[in-house]
Nanobody, 123 residues
Framework: QVQLVESGGGLVQAGGSLRLSCAAS????????MGWFRQAPGKEREFVAT????????YYADSVKGRFTISRDNAKNTIYLQMNSLKPEDTAVYYC????????????????WGQGTQVTVSS
């Protein structure tokens, strides 16, 4: 298994930026795809972005495409989500995730989850 810990959430004004980090531990030798999901109050969980184990393949939700960038540093067992041009509708708890297949994550599912970090965007 793999353990995931998110950090970097906070309160920002609309148009601002945040960078989320997710540190992985455990079976980090497994070539997991990694990704980010979010859940706003009263809403279902939403897929945000995913990145393959090599970093060569990425997918983004249409709602964040062009504004968010996912990346990974396998030497540090860490992935990042750079969020620019933030909007109030981006407000949610953001969860780091890991799965053996990137296709699982694009279907809004994952085997492993972090605890989440709150992102609040004020207008």
């Amino acid at each position: 298994q793999v353990q995931l810990v998110e950090s970097g959430g906070g309160l920002v004004q609309a148009g601002g930026s945040l960078r989320l980090s997710c540190a992985a531990s455990g079976r980090t030798f497994v070539p997991y795809a990694m990704g980010w999901f979010r859940q706003a109050p009263g809403k279902e969980r939403e897929f945000v972005a995913t990145i393959g184990w090599s970093g060569s393949t990425t997918y983004y939700a249409d709602s964040v495409k062009g504004r968010f960038t996912i990346s990974r540093d396998n030497a540090k067992n860490t992935i990042y989500l750079q969020m620019n041009s933030l909007k109030p509708e981006d407000t949610a708890v953001y969860y780091c995730a890991a799965d053996q297949r990137i296709a699982t994550m694009t279907r809004n599912r994952s085997n492993y989850w972090g605890q989440g970090t709150q992102v609040t965007v004020s207008s």
